[in-house]
């Protein structure tokens, strides 16, 4: 296992705010599971249908929203017109996650210096970044990023590129878009990891907005851990020219540990341990990750609340989800002093942390 921390002062980089987006179309998951198993039950053998129902029964993920316009033309959908779907939304919905960012922030699209956007679940060229200057009328001569391939884990990275960048123009405002359209990914065979997928996956965007100002929620250090040994274990592969999940049912396992080194890499240099971070901005991967991250690290439920919450309301969203679980802890209140870690992971296997804290406004 290589490590790639950095755990460095406070930068004066903040956090102003998070916006998000979600389509329109959501579908409650007891539904979901209904739908699926009616459309594929020619398809399926019976033990696959089967722990289809257990799996849907589950209550951990209540609903999920889908980037789609019909349900007939999904399921009957060709390659070009997926590829074309995911650029529609994938545009549209980073596009009213930023909007809403910067509203919150107090700002507008004239303000933006640079733009850093990540996803995983499809690929454009030029990127998503390029349609969202011309879409958002940003500033032809804007500083603009695209991050592709760092799976659920991508929002983090994203932050650390946004922070560097602040470095060098202190009074410039940065916006990091997360944005997966899961569905453009959807496949359905007599296959755990594409079972589970399709049962704990949905669309959204969130973004960030960065500045140097004194409001918001500061940027102290990060850490970032690449296990690519395990990479297998959760990866998108190619059949056929379309890209299946493929996720290890020893997964919970294997990225506790990263997890664990990672959040162990941000804190020690700064001498606290996970009871005294009262804040947890966690990816929620699914229940099983969840719980086996509050086993292997000693969360509290507390702890665990408000990503328990967005996987209850969204799902796993991929690398806009801990971005969704940070908008909710900074919504429901930071105070001043107190501390925060956003934790993320995915395909790599990579595991990625941002120690925040309110510091003291002058």
């Known amino acids: 296992m290589r490590d790639r921390s950095s755990a460095c002062d406070q930068s004066g980089v ?31 053998s019976q ?31 060709e390659p070009d017109d997926r590829i074309a779907r995911f650029t529609r939304w994938s545009i549209d919905l980073s596009a009213q996650a930023i909007l809403n960012a910067l509203a919150e ?14 996803t995983c679940t499809g690929y454009i060229c030029p990127g998503i970044s390029t349609y969202l200057i011309e879409k958002l009328r940003l500033s032809r001569q804007t500083q603009a990023y695209d991050l592709v391939g760092s799976g659920c884990g991508g929002a983090v990275p994203s932050l650390q590129i946004a922070e560097s960048l602040l470095q060098k123009k202190r009074d410039g405002v940065v916006v990091c878009a997360s944005v997966e359209i899961c569905t453009a990914t959807f496949q359905m065979e007599d296959n755990l990891s594409l079972i ?42 190619h059949k056929k020219g379309q890209l299946h999940n493929q996720l290890a049912t020893n997964l919970p396992h294997i990225v506790k540990k990263a997890v664990a080194h990672v959040i162990a890499d941000v804190l020690e240099p700064h001498s606290l341990e996970v009871k005294d971070v009262k804040h ?30 967005i996987l209850s ?26 501390w925060c870690v956003i934790v993320a992971f995915g395909a790599g296997l990579s ?7 309110k510091t003291l406004t002058k």
Not at 50 to 55: A, D, W
Not at 105 to 116: C, E, I, K, P, R
Not at 214 to 224: F, H, K, P
């Open 14 to 44: 903040r956090i102003a705010s998070v916006g998000i987006a979600v389509p329109p179309f959501s579908v409650s998951q007891p539904e979901a599971g209904e739908q699926l198993i009616e459309r594929f039950k020619d398809r399926l």
């Open 47 to 77: 033990r696959s249908l089967t722990l289809m129902k257990k799996i849907f029964a589950h209550p951990s993920i209540m609903r999920r929203h889908f980037a789609i316009d019909d349900r007939d033309s999904f399921f009957n959908e």
């Open 105 to 118: 922030a107090g700002l507008t699209t004239d303000d933006v210096w640079a733009l850093v956007v990540n």
């Open 196 to 237: 589970a997928s399709n049962a704990l996956f949905g669309d959204g965007a969130a973004a960030a907005v960065l500045w140097n100002r004194t409001e918001g929620v500061e940027l102290i250090s990060s850490a970032s851990r690449y296990v690519p040994e395990d990479r297998e274990a959760i990866r998108y592969i």
């Open 280 to 309: 947890w901005a966690l990816h929620t991967g699914g229940e099983k990750i969840l719980n086996t991250l509050k086993d292997e690290i000693g969360f509290s439920e507390e702890q665990l609340r408000a990503s328990r919450c």
């Open 313 to 338: 309301e969204y799902g796993n969203m991929s690398s806009p989800t801990a971005l969704f679980v940070l908008r909710k802890l900074m919504k429901k209140g930071i105070e001043e002093g107190e």
């Open 351 to 357: 595991a990625h942390a941002f120690l925040l804290r």
